[in-house]
C-alpha cells in the first residue's frame, strides 16, 4: 500500500521558514515522479513544485520560485520542501503527491496518490 505522510506545518511570520518532509513508502520511491501541491483557503489546488524521478530535475510555481526549494532522498524515500521568505499567501494545506510515472505531468488527473496534508499558515 503507499503512504505518503508529510510533517513540518505549522504557523510561522512573514519572511520566515519551514521545511516540509514526506515520508513514502510501499513502491520504489525513486522510480516516480512527485510533487507538492497547495490548497490555499476557499480556493483551489496549485501545483508548488514538481520533481521528476531518480536524480530529481525540479520546476517550480511563478509564485515560489527563488523561495522555495524541492528536492527528494531516495535512500530516504523522502522528498522535501524548504520554504524561505514565506509570505501570508502561502497560507494553505500542502499535499506530497506521487505521479503515475517516472515523468513529471501537467494534470492533476496523473497523480495517483496523495498524503494526508500539512497545515502552513503564515501570519503576524
Known amino acids: 500500500e503507499v503512504q505518503l505522510v508529510e510533517s513540518g506545518g505549522g504557523l510561522v511570520q512573514p519572511g520566515g521558514s519551514l521545511s516540509l518532509s514526506c515520508a513514502a513508502s510501499?513502491?520504489?520511491?525513486?522510480?516516480?515522479?512527485m510533487t507538492w501541491v497547495r490548497q490555499p483557503p476557499g480556493k483551489g489546488l496549485e501545483w508548488v513544485s514538481r520533481?521528476?524521478?531518480?536524480?530529481?530535475?525540479?520546476s517550480y510555481a511563478d509564485s515560489v520560485k527563488g523561495r522555495f526549494t524541492a528536492y527528494r532522498d531516495n535512500a530516504k524515500n523522502t522528498l522535501f520542501l524548504q520554504m524561505n521568505s514565506l509570505k501570508p499567501e502561502d497560507t494553505a494545506v500542502y499535499y506530497c503527491a506521487k505521479f503515475r510515472g517516472p515523468w513529471v505531468e501537467a494534470n492533476f488527473d496523473e497523480i495517483t496518490s496523495w498524503g494526508q496534508g500539512t497545515q502552513v499558515t503564515v501570519s503576524s
Open positions: 520533481i521528476s524521478s531518480g536524480r530529481g530535475t525540479t
Open positions: 510501499g513502491f520504489t520511491f525513486s522510480n516516480y515522479a
